[in-house]
């Protein structure tokens, strides 16, 4: 399907489905990471105020561009 989706036969929505339907009892933040403390298990986000989330797994995903 990736030939459909590069030459605009197909959008690339109808071929994936939403993380946060897949992912049950899951968070999902998104923002830019400044900080993360592993030993007490705290992210902060920075945002306005900036946000200390507790964590028991954590997932980052990288932008680039």
């Given at each position: 399907m990736l030939a459909e989706v590069?030459?605009?036969s197909l959008e690339p929505t109808h071929i994936s489905s939403p993380?946060?339907?897949s992912?049950?009892?899951t968070r999902?933040?998104?923002g830019p990471v400044t900080s993360v403390d592993l030993?007490?298990?705290r992210a902060l986000i920075a945002s306005d105020p900036p946000v200390t989330?507790?964590?028991d797994e954590l997932v980052l995903?990288?932008?680039l561009g």
């Open positions: 590069a030459g605009s993380i946060r339907t992912l049950r009892r999902v933040v998104r030993a007490a298990r989330l507790a964590y995903a990288l932008l």
